[in-house]
């Protein structure tokens, strides 16, 4: 049914963002099903670690964790102690990764709530051990994953630390390594030269872990693929995957930009969030008249221009200003004049019938029509993340079945 039909539970300010749980949940079954064809016929399936992190991209964390723990999730990433905590407050029980470690102080939250870290400085054992001896935690070891930097250069060991990370787990009698993981820069890169670190990285990964092993070290869950690797590079796939973007319905930009057609063929997905709003005023306004601040937008013939009750203090991209559409009945119209922190300013000219109330799609869905919100950040310069997590506090979520 399209958005402008539908009475929307919406208290206050008309904006808000339909939250589908059911595409969410289609969203993570194809990904495992992608990840395990039958035709490997595995002893063990690979496990799906959903990303979460980011409020779950701007879906609400608590929430979406839920409902992707109900549809089989293995495990849940998130940025650290802070957000991992909402989700055990939300009654979340399957396993939980904080992706970027741990802040010195952040030990105890971690263990209180069964968290395991990422560790990616050797030093930081000796703290996380220490933490583990308290006695309300000593009756059970600590978990861990250990992030090694095959060549991001951003978080992580480097694979020249491997053995003095192997001195100092040697010495940390309460921790327990269950997965050694690493982040590719590029993976959805496949021309130039940067495509060659793909596989640079993928090396440096197995040589780490090989090393690892020859120390006596049981690596434990091994993962490395994020959403581009998920839908293009079956050889990174290992214990485990790392959904994104793609659990949300978006796959990334491709280099080359064919790759994006066939990746989107072999793993469709649903988006999952739209964002709304409502019409609340429409004006007539003259040929050559200026519209919002500064006058950014002269209408070449008389328009009608309507205002939304959302702008960038929402999550409506302050450079989609002259540039981006919403959808109206089912009609782009375009975003017209700069983005307010309140509202924004549509031209509806061209949509029929158009009324006050009436309910703009920013992105995602409305009936048979779509705005997917990857068009909208590349029509911007952007991803689709950037987008999807600005979606701030104030606008409501309504989770659909």
Request: hydrophobic share 40%.
């Amino acid at each position: 049914m399209p958005a402008h039909k539908k009475l929307e539970n919406v208290n206050g300010r008309p904006v808000w963002a339909d939250v589908s749980l059911a595409a969410l949940t289609h969203n993570l079954h194809a990904i495992r099903d992608f990840v395990n064809p039958k035709s490997e016929k595995r002893a063990v399936p690979r496990k799906v670690l959903c990303i979460v992190k980011g409020n779950g991209y701007g879906h609400g964390g608590p929430q979406v964790a839920k409902a992707l723990e109900k549809a089989g999730a293995d495990w849940f990433g998130v940025t650290g102690a802070g957000e991992g905590q909402q989700l055990r407050a939300a009654g979340v029980r399957k396993p939980i990764l904080a992706l970027t470690s741990f802040w010195p102080g952040e030990e105890t939250q971690l263990l209180a709530n069964d968290i395991s870290p990422a560790i990616i400085r050797c030093e930081q054992l000796a703290a996380l051990d220490s933490a583990a001896t308290r006695k309300k935690f000593a009756k059970r070891s600590v978990g861990f994953h250990l992030k090694i930097d095959t060549g991001m250069n951003r978080l992580g060991i480097a694979p020249t630390d491997v053995e003095c990370f192997a001195r100092q787990y040697e010495k940390s009698s309460r921790l327990k390594l269950e997965g050694v993981f690493t982040h590719f820069a590029s993976s959805e890169v496949f021309d130039g030269p940067v495509a060659l670190q793909n596989r640079r990285q993928e090396e440096n990964f197995h040589e780490c872990v090989q090393r690892l092993s020859a120390l006596s070290i049981d690596p434990g869950i091994i993962h490395l693929a994020n959403s581009a690797a998920i839908a293009s590079r079956p050889e990174t796939w290992a214990d485990m995957v790392r959904p994104g973007a793609i659990l949300y319905g978006y796959h990334p930009g491709y280099d080359p930009i064919e790759r994006r057609a066939e990746a989107e063929k072999q793993l469709p997905l649903c988006p999952v969030m739209s964002l709304r709003a409502r019409i609340i005023n429409i004006r007539n306004v003259p040929c050559g008249d200026g519209v919002g601040y500064g006058s950014k937008f002269l209408p070449i013939r008389a328009s009608k221009i309507a205002v939304l009750a959302a702008g960038y203090g929402d999550g409506i991209h302050r450079s989609l200003g002259n540039q981006g559409n919403v959808l109206v009945r089912g009609v782009f119209a375009p975003i017209v004049g700069i983005v307010s922190m309140d509202v924004t300013m549509i031209d509806v000219t061209d949509v029929p019938n158009v009324t006050l109330g009436d309910v703009a799609t920013i992105y995602g869905t409305d009936g048979q029509d779509i705005l997917p919100a990857n068009l909208v950040a590349r029509g911007i310069g952007t991803v689709t993340s950037d987008l999807l997590c600005a979606v701030s506090a104030r606008v409501p979520r309504i989770y659909l079945a």
